[in-house]
C-alpha cells in the first residue's frame, strides 16, 4: 500500500473512487436531487480525541435522512428506558427495503429500528408534549452530536413531507397495532423532520466517533448518551443499518454503519474511530455506491474490522517524557551535562504498549509529527507492546521517515523484534531503554557540536557494573575478569563476530557503529569510560551485530563466555548478583553512573 500518513492516504483512497460515477441521486424528491452535486465526494476520518482527516467535499452540507435514525433511537432509549422501547421496537435484521410498508407478523412491532416504520415509531416515542417540543429536543439532542447548532433544511423538508403517503400508511400500520397511541401524523412528521436536518461530512464523522467513545463527545467531551444505549444502538446499527445489504456490509467492511438516501455514509469503530463519507450517488440499496466502496478499502487497508480486534484498545502510550526529566546512565562531561539539563526538551522517548492498531499508531504519530520540527531525537520504546497490526508497523515506517525530513532522528527500543527490519536504512534498534536514552544525548550533543572529551580514567572497584558489591565479591569477580587494551582507530568487536563478552572500560573512550542507509558507518553509541556492554551476546551467544571500534587508546576488562560460567562455578550467588545489576541498570540506570551498549555490539 503506498503512504500511510493519514491525510494522504485519505486523498489516496478518494482519487481511487473520484471516476466512479455509477448509480444515481436519489430522485423520489426533485428538491432533494436538485440540492446536491451528484457527483460531490467527501471522506472524513475522526479519532477518539476529535482530530478529524478529511479530504473532498467535506463541508458541504446536505441532509442527513436515515442516518439519522441510529441517534433518533439512542434517545428514544434515553427518554423511555430500554424495556419500554422494546415492547415497540424489535431488533432483528428484516431483510427488506428500508421503505418497505410492514410489521412482524407475530409482534405486530416494526422489526428494527433502522427501517422507516421502526424509525417512525422511534420518533414517536421521543419525550415532549408538543410536536414542536419533541422537535426542539431532537435537534438539540442531534446538535449535541454533531457538537454545533443543526438546522433543518425547510425545503426539502416540506417537500418530501407532502409526498409522505407511504409513510403516513405506515404511520397507521403502526396506530392499528398499537404501537403508536393516538394520532401518527405527529410522529411521521417528526420523522421528516430529523431526516431534514443539514449535516456535513465532519459532522457525520464526529458523531460516528462520539459513538465509538461510548457516547461522549470526542471533542465536547459531553456525555451525550450512556455507554450502555450506546452498545444497543451500535449492535442494532452492526445487523441493520445497512438494510437488506447488511450482510454484505458486515463481511466486508465490519464496522457497525448507517446510510442516508442523502449520500452520506457513516461507520463506527468501537474504541477507536468514526468514519464519514459522502457521495450522492446510490446503489439499488439505497446505500452510497463510493461511499461503500471506500468504507470497504479503508476497512481493509487500515484493518478496522471489529472481528479483526480480538482485545479491547488500550492506551497506546504508557509514558511520554524528555531527557530532563529522563537522562541515560552514560558518564558525561560537565559541559555535556549542563547542556542535557537545559536542552533535554530537544528529545523524547515513548513508551508504548498493550495492542498497537491503528487509532493508538495514528494518535502518537500525530504526536510525533508535531514534536518534530523541535526535536533532535524521539526514541519510540515497543518493548511493552503485546500484538502490532500490520497497518501500525507500515505507519511508523512511513512517519519515521517523514520525521527524518525535518532532522529528527528516530530509534527503536525492541528487545522481542516486534518490528522486523526496523532497523533498514539506519534507524537504530536497542534492547532496552537506557541504550536510546544514550543515544538521542549522543545526537543531541553531536547536533550541538560539543566538543567530546574522554572521561578521567575509572578504578575497577568504581565500576558502576561492579560498586554494588562487596570487596569480598568483587575479589571474586576480578578472578575471572581479563585484563585487555586497544590502540586507537583497533575495531576489537566486530559485527557478525562470535560473542566475546561483557566489556567494562576503565578508560578511554570507543564508537559502536552500524552500517548507514549508506552503507557507511554510523555511530549508534559513544562508549566512555565507566560504560559496560556486550551483556546480551554474552548471556544468550548470539554474534555481535555492531562493529565496536576505539576512538583512544582504552583500557579493558572483559568477563568472557568461559569467565562467567567459572564465576557460576566458583561463586554462583555472587554471579547471580552481578546478573542483577546488569538488568538494573539497563531499567534503571538513569541514577547510576553506567550505561549499556547498544545490542548491536
Not at 454545533?148 to 433544511?153: A, G, K, M, P, Y
Not at 457521495?279 to 461511499?291: C, E, F, I, K, Y
Amino acid at each position: 500500500m503506498p503512504s500511510l500518513v493519514v491525510e494522504d492516504y485519505l486523498a489516496e483512497v478518494h482519487a481511487a473512487h473520484a471516476e466512479d460515477l455509477s448509480g444515481a441521486v436519489a430522485g423520489h424528491i426533485p428538491e432533494m436531487a436538485e440540492a446536491v452535486d451528484p457527483d460531490a465526494f467527501g471522506i472524513c476520518l475522526a479519532t477518539g480525541d476529535g482530530y478529524v482527516y478529511e479530504v473532498g467535499d467535506t463541508r458541504v452540507d446536505f441532509t442527513i435522512q436515515s442516518v439519522s435514525k441510529p441517534f433518533t433511537y439512542g434517545l428514544a432509549l434515553a427518554d423511555r428506558g430500554i424495556e419500554a422501547v422494546d415492547e415497540k421496537i424489535d431488533v432483528e435484521p428484516s431483510g427488506d427495503a428500508f421503505n418497505e410498508i410492514s410489521l412482524d407478523p407475530v409482534t405486530g412491532r416494526p422489526r428494527n429500528p433502522m427501517i422507516n416504520a421502526g424509525a417512525i415509531a422511534a420518533a414517536s416515542l421521543v419525550a415532549g408534549k408538543t410536536l414542536e417540543e419533541r422537535y426542539e429536543r431532537l435537534r438539540r439532542a442531534f446538535s449535541r452530536w454533531a457538537g454545533r447548532e443543526l438546522e433543518i433544511d425547510e425545503g426539502i423538508f416540506a417537500a418530501d413531507y407532502a409526498a409522505a403517503h407511504g409513510h403516513r400508511a405506515i404511520g397507521h400500520l403502526l396506530r392499528g397495532s398499537g404501537v403508536i397511541e393516538g394520532d401518527p401524523d405527529p410522529a411521521v412528521e417528526l420523522y421528516f423532520r430529523q431526516c431534514a436536518l443539514k449535516v456535513d461530512c465532519r459532522d457525520l464523522a464526529l458523531m460516528a466517533a462520539t459513538l465509538a467513545n461510548g457516547g461522549q463527545h470526542a471533542r465536547t467531551e459531553e456525555r451525550v448518551l450512556d455507554a450502555p444505549l450506546v452498545e444497543r444502538v451500535l449492535s442494532v446499527m452492526t445487523t441493520c443499518g445497512m438494510y437488506d445489504a447488511a450482510g454484505e456490509w458486515v463481511a466486508d467492511v465490519g464496522m457497525p454503519a448507517k446510510s442516508g438516501v442523502g449520500g452520506g455514509v457513516m461507520a463506527v469503530l468501537p474504541g477507536q474511530i468514526g468514519l464519514a463519507v459522502f457521495a450522492p450517488r446510490l446503489d439499488r440499496h439505497g446505500n452510497s455506491v463510493r461511499g461503500v466502496n471506500a468504507c470497504r478499502q479503508i476497512s481493509r487497508e487500515l484493518e478496522l474490522h471489529f472481528l479483526h480486534v480480538t482485545r479491547a484498545r488500550r492506551s497506546a502510550v504508557r509514558s511520554a517524557s524528555d531527557l530532563r526529566s529522563r537522562p541515560s546512565s552514560r558518564r558525561r562531561t560537565p559541559e555535556e551535562h549542563e547542556f542535557l539539563a537545559e536542552q533535554g526538551w530537544r528529545a523524547w522517548i515513548y513508551e508504548l504498549h498493550g495492542d498497537l492498531l491503528f487509532a493508538g499508531t495514528e494518535a502518537v504519530m500525530r504526536e510525533l509529527a508535531g514534536r518534530a520540527p523541535e526535536s533532535d531525537a524521539i526514541v519510540l520504546d515497543v518493548s511493552r507492546v503485546a500484538e502490532i497490526a500490520d497497518v501500525s508497523r507500515r505507519l511508523l515506517e512511513d512517519s519515521r521517515a517523514r520525521l527524518d525530513r525535518f532532522d529528527c532522528r528516530v530509534a527503536l527500543v525492541d528487545p522481542d523484534n516486534v518490528l522486523p527490519g526496523a532497523g533498514d536504512g539506519g534507524n537504530p534498534v536497542f534492547s532496552d531503554s537506557d541504550e536510546a536514552l544514550a543515544w538521542a544525548e549522543d545526537v543531541m550533543i553531536e547536533k550541538a557540536g560539543i566538543e567530546r572529551a574522554t572521561a578521567e580514567a575509572i578504578d575497577p572497584a568504581s565500576h558502576a557494573l561492579l560498586d554494588e558489591l562487596e570487596p569480598s565479591e568483587q575479589e571474586v569477580v576480578h578472578q575471572v575478569l581479563e585484563p585487555r587494551t586497544a590502540e586507537a582507530g583497533e575495531t576489537f568487536v566486530a559485527r557478525d563476530a562470535p560473542a566475546e563478552g561483557i566489556f567494562l572500560v576503565l578508560s578511554g573512550e570507543a564508537s559502536a557503529l552500524v552500517p548507514g542507509e549508506d552503507g557507511e558507518p554510523m555511530r549508534v553509541a559513544v562508549l566512555p569510560a565507566g560504560s559496560s556492554f556486550g551483556k546480551r551476546s554474552a548471556i544468550t551467544g548470539e554474534p555481535h551485530t555492531s562493529d565496536v571500534v576505539a576512538d583512544t587508546p582504552m583500557e579493558l576488562l572483559v568477563l568472557t563466555p568461559d569467565g562467567l560460567r567459572e564465576l557460576e562455578k566458583r561463586a554462583p550467588r555472587v554471579a547471580v548478583e552481578l546478573l542483577r545489576s546488569m538488568f538494573a541498570q539497563a531499567h534503571v540506570g538513569a541514577e547510576r553512573g553506567a550505561v549499556e551498549a547498544p545490542p548491536e555490539s
